[in-house]
């Protein structure tokens, strides 16, 4: 198993290895978990975001994490950095957070924990000026993490993701500076 990138208090944020596929497919891969982002994906599909992690990884340093519960040492979701790349969109290039938390692990606090973390790991390790989270109106617990985060919603940033059906569209923003993060930080410290 890959060493830990990232640890929090009830997590181990490891890189994704050859051979995840089938685990993400097994366990997030479900249409509840999958239905503010076009549904489930093809093993193939989610073998091709892998292999563009990894090398997103080896080139710049950072990527998507699985999330692995440490009491139990299961694989519970995944968080990450990646570039802003979807088709349409206005800051192509910027800092994009995201995650995905299984079905059985959902309400138990596991987002907020991995997103904070991986917050810290763009601003303090990879310099990032802003970092950025996609979602769309309907996926209201998304948005609503991202508030809780201290993102600001940037209207001037929404767009039509063709990816996704009309319900999910238009893809919507929201930011976090590296100002805003540092007071949110120090106020926590």
């Not at 999958?34 to 080896?58: F, N, R, T, W």
């Amino acid at each position: 198993m890959a060493e830990s990138i990232l640890e929090t208090e009830r997590l181990r944020l490891r890189r994704i290895e050859p051979g995840d596929a089938q685990l993400q497919f097994r366990l997030l891969n479900t249409p509840a978990v999958m239905h503010h982002l076009g549904g489930p994906l093809s093993v193939e599909a989610i073998e091709q975001k892998h292999s563009k992690s990894m090398d997103l990884h080896e080139h710049e340093g950072f990527s998507f994490l699985f999330l692995i519960e440490r009491d139990t040492d299961e694989f519970v979701g995944h968080c990450g950095l990646k570039r802003v790349d979807a088709e349409g969109a206005r800051n192509p290039g910027d800092f994009e957070i995201g995650w995905l938390i299984r079905e059985d692990r959902w309400r138990r606090g596991y987002a907020i924990e991995a997103v904070r973390a991986v917050l810290r790991w763009a601003f303090v390790d990879h310099d990032a000026p802003h970092v950025v989270a996609l979602t769309s109106h309907a996926n209201e617990p998304s948005w609503r993490l991202m508030e809780r985060l201290g993102m600001e919603r940037r209207e001037d940033l929404d767009f039509e993701n063709p990816r996704f059906p009309p319900e999910d569209n238009p893809t919507i923003l929201y930011s976090l500076g590296r100002e805003a993060w540092d007071a949110q930080d120090r106020h926590a410290a």
